[in-house]
């Protein structure tokens, strides 16, 4: 279990009991704190268990994890290139004087 598991469920569980705290005693800032801090904790935990599975996945296939991590990297360069690309407008550039190279 990876930590960021352990300290999802812990807020999760924290939350919960200050929803019902919030509910018993009928303060609705509370209840609604409790609930934030009950959706925080179930975000972390799942954070910790992709985290987990990323970790053993890459721990069994490197040569995978390696490929894909190469594609995921020249397509932000293939994005980057472009977007810069097109940013750029040649049509307000002054004219050229003498050879152009």
Do not use: C, H
């Given at each position: 279990m990876d930590t960021d598991e352990?300290?999802?469920?812990?807020?999760?569980?924290?939350g919960k009991v200050?929803?019902?705290?919030?509910?018993?005693a009928g303060d609705a800032g509370v209840q609604l704190a409790g609930k934030a801090k009950e959706l925080g904790g179930k975000a972390q935990?799942?954070?910790g268990q992709a985290t987990d599975q990323l970790?053993?996945?890459t721990t069994e296939n490197p040569l995978i994890a390696l490929a894909v991590a190469g594609l995921a990297g020249f397509?932000?360069?293939?994005l980057f290139k472009s977007?810069?690309?097109?940013?750029?407008?040649?049509d307000d550039?002054?004219?050229t004087r003498g050879r152009r190279y």
């Amino acid at each position: 279990m990876d930590t960021d598991e352990i300290k999802g469920v812990t807020n999760e569980t924290i939350g919960k009991v200050q929803d019902v705290v919030g509910s018993v005693a009928g303060d609705a800032g509370v209840q609604l704190a409790g609930k934030a801090k009950e959706l925080g904790g179930k975000a972390q935990e799942i954070y910790g268990q992709a985290t987990d599975q990323l970790r053993q996945t890459t721990t069994e296939n490197p040569l995978i994890a390696l490929a894909v991590a190469g594609l995921a990297g020249f397509l932000l360069g293939a994005l980057f290139k472009s977007a810069s690309r097109d940013s750029v407008d040649y049509d307000d550039a002054p004219p050229t004087r003498g050879r152009r190279y």
